[in-house]
């Protein structure tokens, strides 16, 4: 069965998702694409060969017509995922939803409330879960190769270059839009409900904020514009350093220049005349920012587990890490070289531990492979066979994002949130 899919929000993760109909045709056709934007809807419909009575500029145009697929992308910014998606699945559309899901347990409730009504399936782009990293980890769990969990710990490293260009220069800096927990650490914080799946939190308590990124830490002689800046040369947050000479995050800074848009190469001239005039070259002390620029939580769960995250921007190297600690033994790893250890206790034997270390085949891969796998296992799901235990319900996703909500009010006032789980 070719499952037809309708992209809705033409951007960087709609576009990789969308990848999976290149490589497996015979699962996945690309029927139609829903955006705004009339330049990035003429740039998609001659990608995937797209009839202008199959593009539509919003998701009402698009559900106003009989349905023209199965399934819908839904990689939408994150303030429109919840008004976009209700119209999709009351209109019979399966929808695979980029994370974070909502912005507020208010939104979170109203589309959990519209998905049980219509009975469609919504995925969520939790695409760490589908990593060969974290699923093999998973499946030791499940195996209880180390007994009931009693703590986790894991820790997300963002590098200075992705710090700069999402959460200080770009969409992602401010509160409003969404807390930086959910933005960015919502995948971990599935992780830490995954792994602890049919239990629910009880508390959280988190530290963290706005410290470093500010004005006051501003180097002495620094510009407002790094291309008006007698230090640029010599900063490690250059706009021209990142963005132009070692092209890194292009698809964020460039995003709304026409040739990038159409994958076509750009000159140096170009890229610096567009980049000079946009946000992503002001100076990342004097920007607008005002999420946090580290921030630790603590969760409770209902059967005693406790499990601990920490974000840690402006690191050198991008990583994340975790570790498991169970009644039999404990796992622990870092998810960029792929390999995880297992140990456990052996003193009957004269010895203090025994480990075994495991190489999960994918490495230097921030989400670990697991993009493509996702959408695999999204279509099984629509098909109606049996999903791996990567992917769940809706309902299922729900509990990470209570935390977030729950950190960031904790962290702004100080205080321990209290879960009502009766």
């Known amino acids: ?88 699945v009351k209109a019979g559309y399966h929808v695979l939803l980029e994370k974070p899901i909502a912005s507020s347990a208010e939104e979170l409730s109203l589309l959990n409330d519209a998905v049980k ?15 060969p990293f974290y699923r093999a980890i998973k499946e030791k769990l499940l195996d209880g190769e180390i007994g009931d969990i009693i703590h986790i710990h894991s820790t997300e490293n963002v590098s200075y270059h992705h710090t700069a260009v999402a959460f200080i220069r770009g969409k992602w800096n401010r509160r409003e839009v969404n807390p930086i927990m959910l933005a960015k650490c919502c995948h971990d914080l599935d992780l830490l409900c995954w792994y602890k799946s049919g239990t629910n939190p009880t508390k959280v308590s988190s530290m963290g904020g706005l410290h470093f990124f500010t004005k006051e830490n501003a180097p002495k002689n620094s510009g407002e514009n790094c291309f008006d800046c007698s230090i640029e040369r010599e900063c490690e947050y250059s706009a021209k350093r990142h963005y132009v000479d070692n092209k890194k995050w292009g698809f964020y800074a460039l995003a709304g220049q026409k040739n990038y848009e159409r994958g076509e190469l750009y000159t140096e001239e170009e890229a610096i005349e567009y980049i ?39 690191t050198a190297r991008a990583t994340r890490k975790i570790q498991i600690v169970g009644t039999k033994g404990e796992i622990s790893g870092d998810m960029v070289s792929g390999i995880f250890t297992i140990r456990k206790a052996n003193a009957t034997y004269g010895r203090d ?70």
């Open 353 to 422: 531990f025994t480990e075994e270390e495991i190489d999960s085949g994918v490495a230097d891969d921030l989400h670990g492979g697991g993009d493509l796998l996702l959408v695999k296992d999204f279509l099984s799901v629509v098909r109606g066979e049996k999903p791996s235990s990567s992917t769940t319900t809706l309902s299922d996703s729900i509990n990470s994002h209570l935390i977030a909500y729950a950190a960031d009010f904790s962290m702004k006032e100080s205080k321990i949130f209290h879960f009502d789980n009766n």
């Open 117 to 131: 009504q219509t009975g469609v399936k919504v995925v969520i782009c939790h695409v760490l879960r589908y990593a």
């Open 276 to 314: 000079s005039n946009n946000e992503y070259s002001r100076c990342v002390w004097k920007c607008n920012n005002d999420v946090a620029d580290r921030q630790s939580v603590m969760i409770e769960f209902n059967d005693g587990t406790i499990a601990t995250h920490d974000l840690v921007t402006n």
């Open 1 to 88: 069965m070719v499952v037809r899919a309708v992209l809705v929000g033409l951007g960087h993760r709609t576009a990789c998702y969308a990848s999976y109909a290149r490589h497996h045709p015979e699962e996945m056709e690309v029927v139609g694409l829903v955006d705004p934007d009339l330049q990035r809807l003429g740039i998609f419909s001659e990608k995937w060969g797209i009839e202008d009575d199959s593009c539509f500029i919003s998701v009402e145009e698009l559900v106003s017509q009989p349905k023209i697929g199965d399934v819908a992308i839904n990689g939408t910014m994150d303030e429109v995922h919840v008004e976009t998606t209700i119209p999709l």
